[in-house]
């Protein structure tokens, strides 16, 4: 099978990857974002979910997921 990468936009669903991977970026490389780490993981679970759903429901913004397959 031919391996390769899939990229494709976020869902609702994969707030909790969104989170995860946002912090992640926040962390290494916190100059490149326009919110501190430390806000951001005082977010609740809830705010997440809701950013994101946010951002899936926008015209102008979007939010992409790669899947290394």
Request: no cysteine.
């Amino acid at each position: 099978m031919k391996q390769g990468v899939i990229i494709g936009f976020a869902e609702k669903d994969e707030w909790k990857e969104w989170k995860a991977i946002r912090l992640l970026a926040l962390k290494d490389a916190p100059d490149s974002f326009g919110e501190l780490y430390e806000d951001a993981v005082q977010k609740s679970d809830k705010d997440w979910e809701q950013n994101l759903s946010d951002v899936v429901n926008s015209k102008d913004r979007a939010v992409f997921f790669s899947i290394k397959r």
